[in-house]
């Protein structure tokens, strides 16, 4: 391991990404003995690192050699990544096509645990809408529960993910409608699930307000959400949703078909 070039970098996390690095294809199986030799550390801190990353589910024990492999973490983090990319370049003619064509910015997004993560944007022409944004770029992140991408993906989770990740949710207000309580977020879920749209109404903060639609994969499950940011429109929600809805709809279902999925 390198020294650190200045007080910004963290050696706690190069010793975290260093213990998951020694897992390769023919030693997909180490023990706390393995992992202190290969990295230099002594064992306790080796085992204090490795404890930390099975509680983060990026290592598990296997349980009849004690020793370690990598976690369901990791894999989901390189299916992300490996989506992401394939989705940004499917996904980006389609996405500047429905912004061009309603004049509102356009979002794709993928879930990360509670969170969204912007992995494309086209933003809107007009001023006024630009003027509420907030600073977004690819790469931001938000709450899943109070964004209208986040809820139509949570909506569409096997439940036993989506309740590891309601779990971990502390659901804070952030605008005047955002759901505080998991009660009503999950029927909130179970509504966006027979719609198959879902709507953001001020619930992340005054006056943003967004309607997403579900972006599935190749394997059937939703990879990505793709929303319109409707901010300052004096339409009501269902409204907006009755105008711009088809016209989301289509956008996700072309990229969808763009990335393999064929509904059965």
Known sequence: MRAAANGRYSQSLERGLAILSSFTASQALLGISDLARMLGLNRSTTHRYVSTLVALGYLEQDAATRRYRLGPRVIDLGLSAINSMELREISLPHLQQLSDETGYTVNLAILDGGDVVYIERCRSTRASQRELELSLHVGSRLPAYCTSMGKVMLAFLPEERLNDV??????????????????ALRAELEAVRAAGLAANDEELAYGLRSIAAPVHGA??????????????SREPMDVLVAQLGPALTRTADAIAARAGYRPV
Do not use: Y
């Not at 394997?219 to 300052?232: E, K, L, P, T």
């Open 166 to 183: 309601l779990s971990g949710l502390r659901l804070t207000r952030r605008g005047p409608n955002t759901l505080t309580s998991r009660a």
């Open 219 to 232: 394997s059937g499950d939703v990879a990505a959400a793709v929303n319109i940011a409707v901010h300052r």
